[in-house]
C-alpha cells in the first residue's frame, strides 16, 4: 500500500493581516486588551509569513512533495523571522531592541503565555503591562513594514 503524501499549502496570510491590523485596533480602543494581544502576535504572525510567501512565492510550506521550501514556522514569531531573505532578517535582528520587543509580543507581560495561548488566559493585564505591550507591538510592526518595502520588490 502507498504512503499517502503529507502537503501543507500556505494559507492566505496576505488577505488576513489588514483584517487582524484593524481587529486590534478596535479591540485596545475597547480596553480588550488580552484580546487586542492575542490578535496582534495573529497579525505579526500574518504579516511574517506573508513575507515569507511574498520573498519566495510559495503555494507549499515544506511537506513531503516540497522538501526544500521553509518550514511553517508556526505561532513562533522569531522561527517566521528566520525564514525571511537574509536581508530583512540583518535589518531587522540587528537591532538588539528588535528583539526584546519580538519577544513581548511573543509572550506578553503578566500572564506569561504565548500570544496564541492567550486565548485561554482570563486574567486582565494591569495598565502598565499594557503599554509596555503596546509599545513593543507597534514598534515591531513598524520595523517589519519598513524592511518589507525596502526589501521586498512589489510589497505593498
Not at 489588514?18 to 480596553?31: I, W
Not at 519577544?103 to 502598565?128: I, K
Request: aromatic fraction near 8%; proline fraction near 7%; hydrophobic fraction near 35%.
Amino acid at each position: 500500500m502507498a504512503k499517502k503524501l503529507r502537503t501543507e499549502p500556505v494559507d492566505d496570510y496576505d488577505g488576513a493581516r489588514f483584517p487582524r491590523l484593524r481587529d486590534v485596533h478596535s479591540l485596545n480602543e475597547a480596553g480588550r486588551y488580552i484580546g487586542a494581544w492575542h490578535l496582534g502576535g495573529m497579525a505579526l504572525e500574518c504579516l511574517i509569513k506573508a513575507g515569507i510567501v511574498h520573498s519566495l512565492g510559495l503555494t507549499h510550506w515544506r511537506d513531503d512533495t516540497h522538501p526544500t521550501n521553509p518550514r511553517n514556522p508556526k505561532h513562533i514569531l522569531m522561527d517566521g523571522i528566520k525564514e525571511l531573505p537574509t536581508q530583512i532578517q540583518l535589518a531587522l535582528l540587528s537591532d538588539p531592541s528588535f528583539i526584546t520587543d519580538l519577544a513581548t509580543v511573543q509572550t506578553p507581560p503578566g500572564p506569561n503565555f504565548a500570544y496564541v495561548a492567550l486565548r485561554y488566559c482570563g486574567q486582565s493585564p494591569t495598565d502598565a503591562d499594557h503599554q509596555k505591550w503596546l509599545a513593543a507591538y507597534r514598534r515591531v510592526l513598524r520595523a517589519i513594514h519598513k524592511a518589507f518595502h525596502k526589501y521586498l520588490t512589489g510589497w505593498r
